[in-house]
């Protein structure tokens, strides 16, 4: 069955220093999420991404965050400046459709700022 | 504020019981709804989506809506010691595009 790929799989990383989490999602599909779940607490979203731009952010996607699909297959999220409080579970989700299409997860990428 | 409400529990059940698990939505005009299962440390896990009004049954799942009541529920028939996980509700509402998720219920079925 096909799988959204995460790499890599924790990732730690000094205050202020940048990161870049990458996710290949699955091949036929074309919506992207990232979402981040700080440990004990809820899923949360993040950002969407559709055709090559991003389609809906939440208040947490500030201008520290961006993403990018570089290529056909990959799709990052970057954190320029990182802070104590960016360490969580990073989930990407890719789907075929917006809303009767179900997004299946990744892996995810656990990120530790110290 | 979309709000996504689950017990948090944990639910305990025995061995081969039915667990029923259950969650209520604030936005009335939301169209998707799906149930993941998260085990300790790893990502959602997609159980089951329903989107219209009534039961729907995969195995020994079966996802309820009902929209009037802004209620969703899943019942996990014959339950076994591996559906030990926690089980997340998510809602897409009705204007926006990604999901919203609930607290989650941990469950644990003792054998």
């Known amino acids: 069955e096909p799988e959204v790929t995460q790499t890599p799989s924790h990732q730690v990383t000094q205050m202020g220093q940048e990161v870049i989490l990458r996710c290949v999602p699955i091949?036929?599909?074309?919506?992207f999420y990232w979402y981040r779940q700080i440990l004990g607490q809820k899923v949360e979203f993040l950002v969407s991404?559709?055709?090559?731009?991003?389609?809906?952010k939440s208040e947490i996607f500030d201008d520290q965050f961006s993403v990018e699909r570089p290529d056909g297959s990959n799709f990052t999220l970057k954190i320029r400046s990182t802070k104590l409080e960016d360490s969580a579970m990073y989930f990407c989700?890719?789907?075929?459709?917006?809303?009767?299409?179900?997004?299946?997860f990744g892996d995810g990428t656990r990120l530790s700022i110290l | 504020q979309k709000e996504v409400e689950q017990n948090s529990g944990p639910l305990s059940v025995p061995e081969g019981a039915i667990a029923s698990l259950n969650c209520t939505y604030s936005?009335?005009?939301?169209?998707?709804f799906f149930w993941y299962r998260q085990y300790s440390g790893k990502s959602p896990e997609l159980i089951m989506s329903i989107y219209s009004n009534g039961d729907k049954e995969d195995g020994r799942f079966t996802a309820q809506l009902n929209k009037a009541s802004q209620y969703v529920s899943l019942l996990i028939r014959d339950s076994q010691p591996s559906d030990s996980a926690t089980y997340l509700c998510?809602?897409?509402?009705?204007?926006?595009?990604?999901?919203?998720f609930g607290s989650g219920t941990q469950l644990t079925v003792l054998p």
């Open positions: 991404f559709y055709n090559n731009e991003i389609s809906e």
């Open positions: 936005d009335r005009g939301s169209q998707s």
């Open positions: 989700a890719s789907s075929d459709g917006w809303r009767n299409q179900p997004q299946h």
């Open positions: 091949s036929n599909h074309l919506y």
């Open positions: 998510a809602v897409i509402g009705g204007s926006a595009r990604q999901l919203t």
